[in-house]
C-alpha cells in the first residue's frame, strides 16, 4: 500500500513562513502530477499548486507570488514552500500524487494555522 504523509504544518504569524513536506512509502516507480490542495473549515477543497515530473507548476491565484512548489522526482517527494502567510491561508493541506497507472493517493493532511 502507497501511502503519503505530510509534515510541517503548525501554528504561524501572518507574514511568517511555513515548509511542507510530503514523503511517499512503499514501493512505486514514479509519480505524475502531484501537487497540494488545502480545505479551510466550511470551505471546499481547492487546488494550491501542482506540478508534473518536467514541466511548469501550477497555483491557485490566491496563492501565486507566496507559495513554491517543488519535487524530487528520485525520492517520489514534494513540498510547499509558503511565505507571506496570511490568515487566510489557514486550512488543513493535503498532499496528492498521481502515479503512471492515473491511480490518485492522497495524504491525511497537516492543518496550517496562521494567526494575526
Known amino acids: 500500500q502507497v501511502q503519503l504523509v505530510e509534515s510541517g504544518g503548525g501554528l504561524v504569524q501572518a507574514g511568517g513562513s511555513l515548509r511542507l513536506s510530503c514523503a511517499a512509502s512503499?514501493?512505486?516507480?514514479?509519480?505524475?502530477?502531484m501537487g497540494w490542495y488545502r480545505q479551510a473549515p466550511g470551505k471546499q477543497r481547492e487546488l494550491a499548486a501542482s506540478?508534473?515530473?518536467?514541466?511548469?507548476?501550477n497555483y491557485a491565484d490566491s496563492v501565486k507570488g507566496r507559495f513554491t512548489i517543488s519535487r524530487d522526482n528520485a525520492k517520489n517527494a514534494v513540498y510547499l514552500q509558503m511565505k507571506s502567510l496570511k490568515p487566510e491561508d489557514t486550512a488543513v493541506y493535503f498532499c496528492?500524487?498521481?502515479?503512471?497507472?492515473?491511480?490518485?493517493?492522497w495524504g491525511e493532511g497537516t492543518l496550517v494555522t496562521v494567526s494575526s
Open positions: 496528492s500524487a498521481r502515479n503512471i497507472d492515473g491511480v490518485d493517493y
Open positions: 506540478v508534473p515530473p518536467f514541466g511548469n507548476a
Open positions: 512503499g514501493s512505486i516507480f514514479s509519480f505524475l502530477t
